[in-house]
């Protein structure tokens, strides 16, 4: 059994930044790719961030230059640095990763419960 916890959200004025930590525990030998997707409600959840095993990233067109995905292997942890937050990123953030058991198992996907990042204007 594996469970990702996600920890960093919170309030924040416009303009600050805030920084998301996911953390696998558990069955784990190691993470490929992790992912940070956020729902703001009403919407649907969008994929924000992800890194893939050699360190690659992709990000989505409105946060890129201002969100920052990284992991630490040793810590079985995924990283998100958001700065120069705005209003419009407020949502509940979730890390998603596919996780490793043994290492010539196959991954399995997981999904955290969420953390809430609140921007205000």
């Known amino acids: 059994q594996v469970h990702l916890v996600e920890s960093g959200g919170g309030l924040v004025q416009a303009g600050g930044s805030l920084r998301l930590s996911c953390v696998a525990s558990?069955?784990?030998?190691?993470?490929?790719?992790a992912r940070w997707y956020r729902q703001a409600p009403g919407k649907q959840r969008d994929s924000v961030a992800v890194?893939?095993?050699?360190?690659?990233?992709v990000y989505a067109d409105s946060v890129r230059g201002r969100f920052t995905i990284s992991r630490d292997n040793a810590k079985n942890t995924v990283y998100l640095q958001m700065n120069s937050l705005k209003p419009d990123d407020t949502a509940v953030y979730y890390c998603?990763?596919?996780?490793?058991?043994?290492?010539?198992?196959?991954?399995?996907?997981?999904w955290g419960r969420g953390t809430q990042v609140t921007v205000s204007s």
């Open positions: 558990g069955d784990v030998f190691s993470i490929n790719s």
């Open positions: 890194i893939v095993p050699n360190g690659e990233t």
């Open positions: 998603n990763a596919d996780v490793k058991a043994r290492p010539l198992s196959p991954a399995t996907n997981y």
